[in-house]
C-alpha cells in the first residue's frame, strides 16, 4: 500500500493582519476561513476580552464543559460551554493568531477529547498556517508567544550577553528578569517569564 503524503498548507506561516470589528466577529471569520465551519457558531461560545494585569501572563485561554458519548466514554466538549479569553492590547495579527490557538484546541477537543498541545492539536495548527514554529514577518517582542520564543532560542547561533541578574527583560510582551541558571551542565543566562512554569534562554531576547 503507499504511504499517503503529508498534505502542507498553503501558507505555512500565516501572516494575516486584516482587522476586526468584535470578538464574535472575529470568531466567526476563522471559524470559516481556517475549521470549515465545524466549529461551534460565536453565539454558543462566550468571548472576552482580558486586560494585561486580568491575564496574569496568557495571551489567550479556553475553558470548556465535557460531555460522554459512545461506548468507550468518548469527551467531547458541550455546547454552550465554551469559554475564550483573550487579552486586549495585541497586534490584530497577534490576535487572530491567539484566537485560532484557543479554536484549534477547540477543534482538536471535538476530534479527540482532549484539550492538550498534542500531536493532534499541532497538526490543526499547521493545517490553518500557524505551526509550532510560527514567526511574524518582522515580529516585535510583544508578538512571541511561548512558542515563538522557545522557537528563537532554540534556532539562535548563541550569543552570549553580558547582562547583569535581575536586568528587566520582556517575552511575549511579557516583564521577564534575566537570571543565572544551570542549563545541561553549562551555567547561562536566560530571560525567565515571570509567572510562566518555562524557561527561555537569552541568547537573542533583547533586554527592555
Given at each position: 500500500?503507499?504511504?499517503?503524503?503529508?498534505?502542507?498548507?498553503?501558507?505555512?506561516?500565516?501572516?494575516?493582519?486584516?482587522?476586526?470589528?468584535?470578538?464574535?466577529?472575529?470568531?466567526?471569520?476563522?471559524?470559516?476561513?481556517?475549521?470549515?465551519?465545524?466549529?461551534?457558531?460565536?453565539?454558543?461560545?462566550?468571548?472576552?476580552?482580558?486586560t494585561l494585569a486580568q491575564s496574569r501572563g496568557f495571551l489567550g485561554k479556553?475553558?470548556?464543559?465535557w460531555g460522554y458519548q459512545g461506548l468507550g466514554n468518548?469527551?467531547?466538549?458541550?455546547?454552550?460551554?465554551?469559554?475564550?479569553?483573550?487579552?486586549?492590547?495585541?497586534?490584530?495579527?497577534?490576535?487572530?493568531?491567539?484566537?485560532?490557538?484557543?479554536?484549534?484546541?477547540?477543534?482538536?477537543?471535538?476530534?479527540?477529547?482532549?484539550?492538550?498541545?498534542?500531536?493532534?492539536?499541532?497538526?490543526?495548527?499547521?493545517?490553518?498556517?500557524?505551526?509550532?514554529?510560527?514567526?511574524?514577518?518582522?515580529?516585535?517582542?510583544?508578538?512571541?508567544?511561548?512558542?515563538?520564543?522557545?522557537?528563537?532560542?532554540?534556532?539562535?547561533?548563541?550569543?552570549?550577553?553580558?547582562?547583569?541578574?535581575?536586568?528587566?527583560?520582556?517575552?511575549?510582551?511579557?516583564?521577564?528578569?534575566?537570571?543565572?541558571?544551570?542549563?545541561?551542565?553549562?551555567?547561562?543566562?536566560?530571560?525567565?517569564?515571570?509567572?510562566?512554569?518555562?524557561?527561555?534562554?537569552?541568547?537573542?531576547?533583547?533586554?527592555?
Amino acid at each position: 500500500m503507499p504511504r499517503r503524503k503529508k498534505t502542507r498548507p498553503a501558507i505555512r506561516h500565516r501572516q494575516d493582519n486584516a482587522p476586526y470589528a468584535t470578538l464574535p466577529a472575529l470568531y466567526d471569520e476563522l471559524n470559516q476561513a481556517l475549521f470549515g465551519g465545524r466549529l461551534h457558531p460565536s453565539s454558543q461560545v462566550r468571548l472576552e476580552w482580558r486586560t494585561l494585569a486580568q491575564s496574569r501572563g496568557f495571551l489567550g485561554k479556553i475553558h470548556v464543559k465535557w460531555g460522554y458519548q459512545g461506548l468507550g466514554n468518548k469527551p467531547f466538549p458541550l455546547r454552550g460551554s465554551t469559554h475564550i479569553l483573550i487579552r486586549s492590547g495585541m497586534t490584530d495579527r497577534q490576535t487572530r493568531k491567539t484566537m485560532a490557538h484557543e479554536m484549534a484546541h477547540l477543534a482538536a477537543a471535538m476530534e479527540d477529547g482532549t484539550m492538550r498541545h498534542n500531536a493532534t492539536f499541532w497538526r490543526i495548527m499547521a493545517e490553518i498556517g500557524y505551526p509550532k514554529d510560527h514567526r511574524f514577518i518582522g515580529e516585535t517582542s510583544e508578538e512571541m508567544d511561548l512558542w515563538s520564543a522557545k522557537s528563537v532560542s532554540r534556532d539562535a547561533v548563541r550569543i552570549w550577553r553580558k547582562v547583569a541578574p535581575n536586568t528587566p527583560c520582556k517575552v511575549g510582551g511579557i516583564p521577564a528578569v534575566f537570571l543565572e541558571a544551570q542549563r545541561r551542565g553549562t551555567k547561562v543566562r536566560i530571560c525567565h517569564p515571570l509567572g510562566y512554569p518555562f524557561w527561555i534562554e537569552a541568547d537573542r531576547i533583547k533586554a527592555a
